[in-house]
């Protein structure tokens, strides 16, 4: 939601006590903050906190958007509509702790296959775009593990042809 308010954002910096753009990302911006002084509190401190908090400028927020009179069919009208149809959705990270303020890294993690499907319209046999999204699972597997995927190739590779070690994250020992 933030990201189509920012989209509109107008260059002139004299706009910017007027405009409606600004005022909604800066909101957004308050409530990103509140979120940034929780990154230590376990999840039912988090939980609460943010009911004290987080939701009395998500409720001005949406105060604000709904008192607000523009037509429908401008980039500033879709953005206010987009953000009030999504209100009770964008509400949902204040009913549990666990539950991350956005959805970045769930877009973080799949922005690689939109960039991959350009790459991928050159595979020119199903066995040459099976291999590609092997080596691709295995490299984001190792990723999201925190191991490098170069390393983790390079002893893949190194191996008997067929033996394949998964890149999970190994566990340390501490019963020695």
Not at 56 to 78: H, Q
Not at 81 to 89: F, M, P, T
Not at 93 to 100: A, R, T
Not at 101 to 109: G, P, W
Request: glycine share 4%; hydrophobic share 35%.
């Amino acid at each position: 939601m933030r990201r189509k308010f920012v989209n509109l954002i107008p260059g002139d910096k004299k706009l910017h006590k007027t405009s409606v753009a600004v005022k909604a990302v800066n909101y957004c911006d308050r409530i990103y903050h509140e979120e940034h002084l929780l990154e230590d509190c376990t999840a039912e401190e988090r939980y609460v906190k943010r009911l004290e908090k987080v939701k009395p400028v998500l409720d001005e927020m949406f105060a604000y958007l709904e008192s607000i009179t523009v037509s429908s069919s401008c980039d500033l009208g879709k953005a206010v509509n987009y953000a009030l149809n999504e209100k009770k959705y964008l509400y949902t990270f204040l009913e549990n702790g666990d539950i991350p303020v956005d959805n970045n890294r769930a877009k973080n993690a799949i922005r690689p296959f939109t960039v991959g499907r350009k790459n991928w319209l050159f595979n020119n046999t199903s066995s040459g775009a099976e291999a590609s999204a092997i080596l691709y699972s295995l490299i984001s597997t190792a990723q999201a593990n925190g191991i490098d995927a170069e390393k983790y190739l390079t002893e893949l590779f190194s191996q008997l042809a067929g033996t394949i070690t998964l890149p999970w994250k190994e566990q340390e020992n501490n019963d020695t």
